[in-house]
């Protein structure tokens, strides 16, 4: 097979590929060869596969039942344009496969050969069923809902697609070693953090026998472009992407990253001159297209979900007590839900526990979320972990959640648990909330999660400082990735076509933690006959009585550090941080809030990350 044309970048990445390979990741900028390259292997795995001679003995199947690679694409059509058609043209131009194993020229639309192989376009999941299926390919892009906004939905057909495949291949072509014999290969262009691939790429971290390549067009044809170049941020955290003004602004930006140097390099790229009008017109999908590199979806919430992913914990996951991870909730039966919780299986049952609730008595689901603060690590800063988020289903019509279901479970689990601290949002459970309260002799507290950000933000800086652990949970995590932040209501909403309410009790669950069951001030002035924590004002008045530190402006009107004596100098409200008017000196950044609540005597260390946010 003649390789006239091919980059030396792939001819370099051929020579570190082994017939142990058993999976393959390409991914990248637009027009790096990936598809080309796909092609190449596979070439070689059917190299390999007919060399070993009786493919029926290889593989321990059914003698004589065919054996299928399969392509996937969401049409013939699109299979010949991302693929199909240079492989069989390949395989046509290889003279090793034209003297030993000639496909079958009289049928296009399949590569047939005569040991009873053959290579398949495939749509979905059904087309591998009943098959003996030892190798595919998927082009993850061919599977999106045009260019899309980065949510999970958007990938959950090439998701389950992948794990048939996979489930399939590990059940019947598993080795001594755990090694697969068959093969999977993915090609995708860098999309959004939220899609399917970098979920797959974080998988096959430390597989011997798994390969990631990333193709960027502009590195493997340099002479293609122009040497001059220009620098960009590719995003991290809260801190958007955007094209490097100087010097002085590159250093902003590496001292609000809170990283060090080496690493903090990493998120910047040089670039081609010449590109430079595609990152000024839509620098998210420049960084995609020509970097190659995944962004996160325009105005996300969670802009970094590598932070998300350390917090995932799988110690928490098999200790948490739950049977099920959700439960319909219905007046038509008398399931309690109790039923779905192991209490051999609670841990630090004396530990302080904060329980949030999102309850709907109809239609969208809720969620009751149980978070346990676990004391203080060596410097002093608070731990949190999540015990279990539960999700309540309402019943199809005519039936309704029972919520006296839900206030039983609560105050069923007070006699195993201590619950330290409870809260609902909805108006809808203030009756529930009421009553939990008085008989558990909690204070009523309603917190309002739709009404400010400074909760998901503490939570936010809770996270990178690494003091939560989390459950992975489908469900939840993909609230968290589709999350987006809306900076001018000061909000963080649903996606639309997203949900959100196990997302919202579990901010709560642990800012209740972080403020109440740390016992770090007294709320005693705060309460009335409740606690109404209902926009940035109220929620900002009760971090301050809790003893967080605040702003104040230095003599050259800059902003200082928070203020760590026990007598605070005049600083704004953080609503007015929020706002960007402040009575006086310069506006706030983001940064400036997260500062805002700051406690004054466990400082966490992370609360200069996105410093420098509106400094771009």
């Known amino acids: 097979m003649a390789l006239e044309g091919v980059y030396p970048f792939w001819l370099k990445e051929s020579d570190a590929l082994s017939q142990d390979h058993n999976s393959l990741i390409l991914t990248g900028s637009l027009g790096g060869g990936k598809s080309s390259f796909m092609n190449m292997v596979i070439c070689y795995k059917l190299y390999y596969w007919f060399n070993q001679g009786d493919l029926y003995s290889y593989f321990q199947i059914l003698r004589g039942t065919p054996i299928y690679f399969l392509y996937f694409s969401v049409s013939m059509k699109a299979a010949e344009r991302s693929g199909f058609k ?189 590109l430079k009008s595609q990152f000024k017109k839509n620098i998210y999908l420049a960084i995609q297209n020509h970097c190659g590199r995944s962004t996160a979806a325009k105005g996300s ?85 999540e015990v279990f988020n539960l999700e309540l289903v309402p019943p199809a019509f005519p039936g309704m959640l029972k919520v006296s279901k839900v206030e039983d479970f609560i105050l069923w689990l007070a006699d195993h648990l201590n619950i ?74 649903k996606r639309d076509g997203s949900s959100d309410d196990q997302f919202q009790t579990l901010v709560g669950a642990f800012f209740l933690s972080e403020t109440i069951c740390t016992q770090e001030g007294d709320i005693s002035s705060l309460l009335d006959a409740r606690l109404n924590l209902v926009g940035a004002g109220n929620i900002n008045r009760m971090l301050k009585s809790l003893g967080y530190g605040g702003l104040s402006l230095d003599g050259r009107g800059h902003v200082a550090r928070a203020v760590t004596s026990d007598i605070e ?6 609503r007015s941080l929020l706002e960007g008017r402040a009575a006086s000196g310069p506006s706030f950044t983001s940064s400036d809030v997260i500062a805002s609540m700051t406690p004054r005597r466990r400082r966490g260390g992370v609360w200069d990350l996105i410093n420098g946010l509106d400094n771009k």
């Open 420 to 493: 330290a601290v409870f809260s609902t949002d909805q108006f809808q459970s203030t009756q529930l909330r009421q009553n939990v309260c008085e008989a558990l002799m909690l204070p009523d507290i309603r917190l309002s999660l739709d009404s400010s950000d400074i909760p998901h933000l503490l939570w936010l800086s809770m996270l990178v400082d690494e003091r939560l652990g989390l459950l992975y949970l489908e469900r939840q995590d993909r609230e968290i990735r589709e999350a987006v932040h809306d900076v001018v209501k000061h909000k963080v909403v």
């Open 569 to 574: 100098a005049p600083r704004p409200s953080v």
């Open 301 to 385: 919430f969670i802009t970094n979900y590598d932070v998300v992913r350390k917090a995932y914990s799988d110690a928490l996951l098999r200790a948490c007590p739950l049977v099920q991870s959700s439960i319909v909730v219905s007046d038509q039966d008398d399931t309690p839900i109790r039923s779905v919780l192991d209490v051999s299986r609670l841990q630090y049952t004396d530990r302080p526990h904060a329980l949030c609730l999102d309850l709907s008595l109809t239609g969208d689901h809720g969620s009751l979320c149980c978070v346990r603060f676990d004391g203080y690590a060596a410097d002093g800063r608070a731990l949190h972990n």
């Open 86 to 274: 240079q492989l069989r043209q390949m395989i046509d131009n290889a003279p090793w496969f034209k003297n030993n194993f000639p496909r079958r020229k009289d049928i296009q639309s399949s590569i047939q050969f005569n040991n009873n192989f053959s290579i398949e376009f495939a749509s979905g999941e059904s087309h591998a069923i009943g098959l003996n299926v030892v190798g595919a390919v998927i082009d993850e892009a061919n599977f999106r809902n045009g260019v899309g906004q980065g949510t999970v939905s958007e990938y959950s057909e090439v998701q389950r697609l992948a794990q048939q495949l996979e489930d399939r291949m590990h059940s019947r072509f598993t080795r001594e070693g755990g090694k697969l014999i068959s093969f999977m290969g993915y090609i995708s262009s860098a999309s959004y953090q939220s899609s399917f691939i970098e979920d797959k790429i974080a998988e096959v971290q430390g597989n011997k026998y798994a390969r990631v390549v990333t193709a960027v067009q502009y590195k493997i044809c340099p002479q293609n472009y122009s040497p001059k170049k220009f620098e960009v941020f590719c995003g991290y955290q809260q801190i958007s992407p955007c094209i490097v003004q100087s010097k002085e602004h590159k250093a902003t930006l590496l001292k609000s990253m809170s990283l060090p140097k080496s690493k903090a390099e990493g998120y910047f790229e040089r670039v081609p001159e010449d």
